[in-house]
Every structure is written in structure tokens, then in C-alpha cells.
């Protein structure tokens, strides 16, 4: 019997594709190496601590903990974090500065759908995190690449926000310096456009410390804040990303707008998860755990790029990332088309994810993100040498590139 027709999905969802997906399916498979993903280790997941934060948040705050709660999050969990970012920034931050979310995610969804109408102009770093583009892909907006060395004020004053990850960034692990974000902060406030501060990197310091986020800059020591900079935070580092567990810290307007957002979205995140979390960085736990597991990613950082400098230097460059979880490699010049490389590398049993998803316009196609948080050292230097076969492979499969490197 032939199916019936049914209404199509609406446009953006027949512009879009399922390529994150498969990544991520693919990179699941167990004999598969995958550098693909952005996930944690799992087996440094605290998970005793995690079980008992979980009692303790049951004993203490149910009923609440088990109900809808307040549209804004579960409010001992709001309050610390103004308080906590209060005391770290000199601000007087409340509670109205804050939004709790399902992870920031969500509040990169929500963004979109109180800033973004069609065919609106977002400024973004670039390459740009893939998760945003999805986030707002439905809303379909315009791009501009964010210039750190010259922040162009007559774009962002056309922009609806400017979008920025300046602690180790997703896809490229860099850390922008303070005078930039100190310069990027003094256009955006002179055009009068939002910044959006995403920051979910912050706590993988593996060289030293970032120093102050642009939100910090954005603060008047003792005074309400009601400025231009959205920040976004979770605890998705810091202590498992299952929590679903993210903050968003703005102008009063701007919590107000978000939360409308997120009523119609999901009327609340969960409070059981928020009160978990709550437990655990009321203790300071979030910040003992993501100290003690850095020398652990550090280790893993360095297998990654000492084998690959091993077997990869001939075709591609990178910089060693100071934090976060990925480095950023890049096709000596352009030779290697990193989607090609991709079907080679599905043969190898190895994953990366190439450079055009995180290209608003899609043409980059001669970088990849490679994860070295996800396996153990051993697992990552098997990886780097399926790559390094897959390469070979993908030039040999090019007469002329062939005695090239
Ligand atoms: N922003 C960036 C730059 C990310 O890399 C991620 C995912 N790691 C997120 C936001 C979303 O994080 P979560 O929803 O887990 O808080």
C-alpha cells in the first residue's frame, strides 16, 4: 500500500541534516576510536558523590525537589550562583540576574527565540560552535565572523548579540586574551548590541588561568548588574553533563525575556538535578572535583599531540590548546578536504569532526576537531595512528598530491 502524504516538516528542518548525529553514532560504536564527541572521561564522573548529593537533596528538598518549579530554577541553586559570581566579579549580582536551564543548551535555544527573527544579523566568533548554529538554525539568522582584532562596531550595531567562547573555545580550544576581551567589551557597549559569553570551558584549565571573563570587565564593583553581556555557564565540566544543568547570568530585561522563553518551552527544568547540583557546589565540590581531574586531561592533551606529531605533522598544523577539550587541526595548505577524509577515516575505525559544521557558510572543509577527553591515553594514540592511516590512504588516493609532504 502506498504511504500516505503527510505535511512535510516545516523548512528549516528540510534545510538542516542529521551530520551531528551520525558523528556521534558512529563515534559510539566500541571498535571504533572515537575523537569526535565533546564528552568528559566517564570513569572520572563522581559518581559517589553524585549519589550522595542526590540523597541529601531528597532528604532536604522534597516535595520541591520533585515537582514543577519555578520557571526561573530552584531557587537556593539561583541564589548561590549570584552569590558566588557576586563574589568572584565585585558585582551585586540577585537572583533576578539569574536563569537557571537545561544545560546551556538550552539557553542558546532560548536566545534564539527572544533576540532572533528571520534573516537577523549575529555576530560569531567563527569557526563558530556547532550547537549554537543548530540552536538557531529554525530562526534563520544572518552571520558575520566576530574579528577579535578589529571588533567592527557598525556590524554589531546591526547585530542583534554578538556570540562569543572566549575561555578554550569549541571547535578551536583558544583562549582569548584579556586586552581583546577588555576591546571587545568597549565596541559592544558602544553600539549598544548584547554579548553573549558562553562559557562552558572554564573550568578545563590545563596551562595555567584565564584570567577574568568578559562579564567581570562588564561589572561596576557593588552595583546591580544590568549590562550587555548574557553569560552562560554549567556544570556539564565541572561535574557531569547528565545534570542538565546550566545558568545564565543577565540584565534583570533580559532574565525576564528568556524566562517567558523557557515557560513556553518547558515550563521548568528539573528541580531534582538543580537541587542535586545544588548540594554539590554549595560544598564547593564542582570546584575540589574539576581540579583534581585536570592533570588527567592534561595527560591526555599531551598523548594526542605528541603522537600526533608523530603521525600527522606532514599534512596538518595545530596549536597546543592551554584547556578545554579539543585541538583544532588544520590541512597544511588546504590539500586535505576533511569531509573526504572522513569516508577514509570511517575505514580506519577512527572519528573526528570535520571543520565545515562549524562554518556558518559551510566552505571550510580543510580543518578538524579532534577530542582528547573521551579515551584513555593509550585509546587516543591508537586514534592519531588510524588518522595518520587514513591520510596516507586519502593521498594515495590523489596522484597529485602524492610526493607532496
Ligand atoms: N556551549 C559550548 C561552546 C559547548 O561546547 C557546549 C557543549 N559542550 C555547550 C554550550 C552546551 O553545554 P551544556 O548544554 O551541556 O551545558
Redesign the pocket.
Known sequence: MASPKRPEPARWLRATNDITQQFLAFGGRPDVVSLAG?LPAAELYPVEAIQAAAKRALDRHAPAALEYGAVEGFPPLRRLIAERFSAETGAAFTEANVLLTS???QA?DLLGKVLIDDGDLIVAQAPT?L??LDAWRPRRPSYLALDWKAPDEAAFARAKFVYA?PNYS?PTGVLVPQDRRTALLKSVLASGTWLVE?D?YLTMQLDGSPGRSILAHAVERGRAYDGPVIY?G?V?KSLV?GLRV?WTIAAPEMIRSLTMAKQATDLSSSMLTQAVAFELMAEGFDREHSAAIVPAYRERRDALCSEAALHLKDWFEWEVPPGGMFVWMRSKGNAIDTDELYRFAVEEKVAFVPSSVFDFTGRDRYGMRVNFTRSSPETIREGVRRLGRAIDTYVSSRPQLKGQR
Open positions: 565533546g544545560g546551556s543548551m542558546l560552535y550547537g549554537a567562547v569549541n558562553d562552558p552562560l554549567t556539564s553533563p546550566g
